[in-house]
């Protein structure tokens, strides 16, 4: 398996809290991802990187922003959370660009 | 714009039969196409892609997909299911050399004993 890992698997919070999620790869990967996905949507992107500190914005990306300081980590902060971002995030890596081809196993964040 | 459709949320076959599940795909370029499994609590795993090479491409697991530009499919097939592709199945679309890559909003196999 692909080495990629998400933290956490599993969070809860409150309205208004900021929360950031981190995904880190052992691949070695230029390309990261963040998605999240909500049922009857599929997977929809946020924002990815196409290398350290080259970050661009996906179709979702309103009320969250990215951080790429090196290759092995993509951080995805929501700086004031709201309930409409409960969802189930995934990171994904891929060393061609568009094409994710390893998935995180997810993070499902509750905001209440 | 690029689009993907997926017929049916939910796909019910027995154990032994065939597996159809449908994409219908909309893109003004020559696409990439992929097709991904998700089991329960887990992460997609990419079963095959479509680069405008062959047109019937074989992935893992025994699944295969052909596309057919006439009809702006790229359906999945499997000849005989095993209850062990019960799992939930998404089509994907990729402009070559872009970033943009949209997923369906998946399909539910369901494999009955």
């Known amino acids: 398996d692909a080495g990629i890992t998400q933290s956490p698997r599993h969070k809860v919070t409150e309205t208004g809290t900021p929360v950031t999620l981190r995904c880190h790869q052992t691949?070695?990967?230029?390309?990261m991802y963040w998605y999240r996905q909500d049922p009857g949507h599929g997977l929809r992107l946020i924002h990815y990187?196409?290398?350290?500190?080259?970050?661009d914005k996906g179709e979702v990306s309103d009320g969250y922003s990215v951080s790429r300081s090196k290759t092995e980590d993509f951080l995805l902060t929501l700086e004031s959370a709201t309930s409409s971002q409960t969802s189930v995030y995934f990171c994904?890596?891929?060393?061609?660009?568009?094409?994710?081809?390893?998935f995180g196993d997810g993070t499902r964040l509750s905001i209440l | 714009a690029q689009s993907v459709t997926q017929l049916g949320s939910h796909v019910s076959v027995s154990e032994g039969a065939l597996v159809l599940l449908r994409c219908n795909y909309s893109?003004?370029?020559?696409?990439?196409l992929f097709w991904y499994v998700q089991y329960p609590n887990q992460g997609l795993q990419l079963l095959l892609k479509y680069t405008s090479a062959a047109t019937l491409v074989k992935g893992i697991n025994g699944f295969e997909a052909e596309f057919k530009k006439s009809e702006t499919s790229f359906h999945l097939t499997k000849p005989s299911a095993h209850m062990s592709d019960a799992a939930e199945y998404f089509c994907?679309?990729?402009?070559?050399?872009?970033?943009?890559?949209?997923f369906g909003t998946g399909t539910r196999l369901k494999v009955l004993a």
């Open positions: 994904a890596i891929s060393d061609k660009g568009g094409q994710p081809q390893h």
């Open positions: 994907a679309v990729s402009d070559s050399g872009t970033y943009k890559y949209i």
């Open positions: 990187s196409y290398g350290v500190k080259d970050t």
């Open positions: 893109s003004s370029v020559p696409p990439y």
């Open positions: 691949e070695n990967h230029r390309y």
